[in-house]
């Protein structure tokens, strides 16, 4: 599913316009912890947050994620939009909560990450 | 593409500052760089970048501050973060996932959850800890350039 077409679903709002909203996202992971992140996500994933901090954008380069959604309408200070812009990572901001958004993805085809037992 | 000799051997050093949030994670993001375009494979490239996070935000956290290295030499990549903290009281609690003892305020960003030290092992093929109550930690990770399937 391209991002676009997410941004359209969760009628979110790309704060940059310059933003490459034609990537293609079969995956998402939901967490406020980026340890979490760091330790289940893969590359290509989209990450769902109400996180806006700019590590939140360092842990999305680190594990190469291709697109953030911040939930709860949250606006992300300058820093992260200046971090996201210069690291290439194209956001998008939700007024839906976290349980919300994730649902209507689910339900419109994007998959989860496996998380093994251990 | 990723097969080294002697002339690429380097070593990158970075001092790290204590509480410096809006920097944290620039050290990790240079060492990512630096080896994507040497043209190490994206997925040694993430682990490195990975465990060199995790271990720059300990630093940042509770190490006072630090030094984070990345050698680069025949067959591995070698981290090593030194800080001048307080030291791990409790080593294999520390390991633990979920075991923190991080402040709030580090919390509220997405960290200090307890997943730094079992992230570092996770990503690594080597770790080794030495630390002493009062006198710092001192990690060093070696990462393989040859990918045995293992964590991607």
Avoid: W
């Avoid at chain 1, 490459?20 to 290509?44: E, H, K, N, T, Y």
């Avoid at chain 2, 290295?69 to 070698?78: F, H, N, P, S, Y």
């Avoid at chain 2, 009062?134 to 399937?149: A, Y």
Wanted: include cysteine; charged fraction near 25%.
């Amino acid at each position: 599913m391209l991002l676009s077409e997410i941004v359209s679903i969760l009628d979110a709002e790309p704060l940059n316009g310059e933003m490459d909203l034609g990537i293609d996202i079969q995956s998402a992971f939901a967490s406020d912890l980026m340890s979490d992140v760091l330790a289940l996500a893969r590359p290509g994933v989209l990450m769902i947050t109400g996180l806006t901090n700019i590590q939140i954008m360092r842990t999305a380069s680190m594990i190469d994620i291709p697109a953030v959604v911040f939930v709860r309408g949250k606006k992300p200070p300058r820093e992260t939009i200046e971090l996201a812009g210069k690291l290439g990572i194209p956001f998008i901001i939700t007024y839906k909560t976290m349980f919300e958004t994730c649902g209507m993805l689910f339900q419109a085809g994007v998959k989860p990450i496996l998380c093994a037992k251990r | 593409m990723s097969s080294l000799n002697s002339r690429d051997s380097f070593v990158i050093e970075r001092e790290v500052k204590p509480l410096d949030f809006l920097s944290a994670g620039e050290t990790a993001s240079d060492f990512k760089e630096t080896l994507k375009s040497l043209g190490i494979p994206a997925d040694i490239c993430r682990k490195t970048s990975i465990v060199a996070y995790e271990a720059e935000m300990n630093a940042v956290i509770h190490g006072g501050g630090g030094i984070i290295a990345m050698e680069l030499e025949g067959d591995r990549i070698t981290i090593v973060a030194k800080d001048q903290g307080p030291g791990i009281e409790n080593v294999s609690l520390a390991m633990q996932e979920g075991y923190s003892t991080a402040p709030d305020f580090v919390r509220e960003m997405g960290f200090g959850a307890g997943m730094g030290l079992p992230n570092i092992k996770k990503y690594s093929d080597e770790l080794d800890i030495e630390t002493k109550p009062g006198e710092g930690t001192t990690l060093r990770i070696v990462i393989f350039l040859k990918d045995e399937g293992g964590v991607e």
